[in-house]
């Protein structure tokens, strides 16, 4: 949620604040959803526009959680669930700036632009590290304040929110990603060393010691890991005199405001309120909180509430009302259903729901002071921001009600939700999207970087969307949903509402069904060939087939989709799921990869033998087959076809300039993929895994992708540019491709046909087709690659890319 300027003054004043920490040891709470776009921003050198580069994110999520097992840390990660209905008019106006943001991002952009499948892949990640997590039906917060409390541990996230919670706080940014090992020979001599995770104890680098250190193991009386951070508690913002009791925090950080309540709706208590002297270097929302502490110290809970009503128009008192009586609950409350989640005993229930703050505040009346200061000086600061006045002007009307305001959520705290729903949902097998459609019959469709001339991405999956909210209201009432999403070619947004939205006549959910395979073919049913689909399904390996299912649909319902597209996107998923499987270093930095297989690669080229690429018609794909041919891949294939591919993992240089643009067309086309996988990654949940799930970060990666289409699309057959140029050193992966490729072409026949050439692939494609005039008669075949047999063997030995016009010039060379 956020309270307004208090990380920024916590910062600010980090030596007051905060205290050095040693991490280990300990169990630790994580708020999830901020940790995953912390370690998102970490895993990427630069942003880009490109739709997100899973491999690396999933990579350093891993890595993260084996820092902390290195320090005998144990993780319990908590994430967010739906939007709760007060906070809709925030995310509005977060969607209103995304929008706005997709309009005119440029390819050399380093701004954050988060990716759809994210926090999946997040998800995903955390099992692969086997992490213990649960996804709460609503904002996270209370509920990692309230685990914590319980487990007497620290929190881990980077949110203001735990300032004002009564909780151990490690603020994320103070973290470092080194272990050090804490080695104590007695009280006078210890030492720390850096731990090198490549190498064994012995090479630790000694970082500091005290008196003698600690010369051999036998003096070791404790050792221990470690990760650097810092820790806040609240003791270090009341004092140690109490001059803040820890019961007016929650009012305090209303006071400050947050996505719940408008600024403006406090802005005469800010005018209200002076602070003395103060240099003007400091920022106003510095000076507010000064002021607000300073104030909140001459007060009780009830006084310092009645006081701030009286400077609120009273049709705002009831929205502050309600801030105020969430805020206290979340600060009191020891309800906690992720302790029972992670296994823990239940124990009987210390906190209190608390009285109603209407009630408590009609006890008996305290004199109410006036919002004034002990003046420190002549002159006096306001700390109210000048840009928030216009907000509120003295005879303000009622603003018309805004579509979210129509919309009749259930109160979180009454919505009961079904225990198969809840089964699935906490274990945080479906998105968390699924709560706003279920409790709010919301979807709310943040924009991917894509093209705004265009339809959103999404629109390909209304009829999934729509099965889904079928699904999921089957036993309740409510046929409609809305849905908020980008205007076509405007910076806006805009609602749509989808109305008598049920399951098709005659067709019957039963939540408990394992593997409802058949639910699964009425969601396709629009396919006439929708059972051979299904049946061709069964010959691809089990981690394939959903994601090709979700190809077939992408290909049939995209007008733009073309053949180049699937041949980067088959030649993305042979790089991540089986050549980084063969690598033992995945440096994605062409430097650093050479440096370190320099000697390995030259030789490795040295004893090369030509691979033999049969061009006759593949046999048909099946599991056995697929698994026959990744298993012949050998390490020596894997590390000369990585040298190759390494390039599409890079920025491009002439994306890197500032306004840089980029092809949105091919960006768009890929945003509606990925809108595809997240719809059909739920309805696969729902349905209770009739197919296994697709693991993203082992199929997609958003600059490999728009860097291998931008060099393929040039190419008058894609095909054989991945036969001569990207697998010219396996033949094995080859016909891997091609086997992928050949299987959705027999699926979708038309894609053979898909295809987008630029005017120099044609006019190679031309020059296949006519004689040339002159003396010298020139033999014309339809693919000049398979013309081998008259070749000489010194020909056959060299190697020709008839992709590239400059090739015998520079074998000439």
Sequence with gaps: MGVRGLTTYIASNAERYLDPHELHDTALVIDGDNLCIQLFVRSEARMSPFGGNYDHFARAVVEFFDLLRKCNVRPLVLLDG??????????????????????????????????????????????????????????????????????????????????????????????????????????????????????????????????????????????????????????????????????????????????????????????????????????????RIVAILRWLEHHSVKSATKAVLNQVRERHRGVLLRQLQGAMYGYNCEECASYEYFGFEPAEEKGEDGEKLE???????????????????????????????????????EAEPEEDDEIAAIPEDTFKWEPWLLEIYQAALTPRFVADLYHSSLYINYPQVEDIARPDSNELCYDLLKFTFALLKSSKKGQTFRY???????AQYRWIKFQEVTLPEGVMFNPNKPKNLGLFKVVLREFEDCDQIFDRLQLLPTNLQLYFLCLVFWIRKSPHVTNVHVHALILCLIQLQIIDKRLSSKSRDPKVFQKNQKSYLEAQKKSFQKPSHELADPAPISKHSFKQLTSAVTKPEAVLTYELTLPHFGIAERHQRRNAEFDRATAHTFAELQAVVLNLLSLNALLRHPLEPARVHELYSGLFLHNAFHTMKSRADPLEYVRSTVFRYSGTLFQIHRALYGWLVETVPDLAECRTLTAKAKRQLRTKEVVKKGSTSHEVVENDCVERENSSDEQQDEFNDLNNQFSQLLMAS
């Design 82 to 287: 739906g939007y709760e209905k007060n906070k809709l008019k925030t995310v509005r106006s977060r969607m209103l700036g995304r929008i706005q943001f997709v309009a005119r991002v440029k390819a050399g952009s380093n701004r954050l632009i988060i990716p759809l499948l994210m926090r999946e892949v997040f998800v995903e990640a955390l099992r692969v590290a086997k992490v213990p997590f649960m996804r709460c039906l609503f904002e996270a917060d209370n509920e990692i304040a309230v685990l914590a409390r319980k487990l007497d541990c620290p929190v881990l996230s980077y949110d203001s929110d735990f300032y004002i919670h009564n909780v151990k706080y490690i603020p994320y940014v103070t973290v470092n990603h080194k272990v050090y090992r804490k080695v104590i020979g007695d009280e006078e001599n210890y030492e720390i060393e850096l731990v090198d995770k490549r190498k064994g104890k012995r090479a630790n680098r000694v970082l500091a010691k005290q008196g003698e250190g600690v010369g051999e193991e036998s003096q070791i009386s404790e050792s221990y890991y470690y990760l650097d951070c810092s820790l806040y508690t609240i003791k270090n913002l009341i004092g140690t005199e109490n001059r803040l009791t820890p019961d007016k925090l929650p009012l305090f950080a209303t006071l400050l405001g947050n996505d719940y309540i408008e600024r403006r709706v406090l802005f005469k208590f800010y005018s209200s309120m002076k602070v003395g002297k103060v240099s003007k270097k400091v920022p106003v929302p510095q000076r």
């Design 359 to 397: 009630e408590f505040l009609k006890g008996e009346d305290e004199a109410v002071e006036e919002l004034e200061l002990e003046e420190v000086g002549d002159e006096e600061e306001s700390t109210a921001d000048p840009e928030e006045e216009v907000d509120e002007p003295e005879e303000a009307e």
């Design 484 to 490: 908020l999403t980008r205007h076509e070619k405007v």
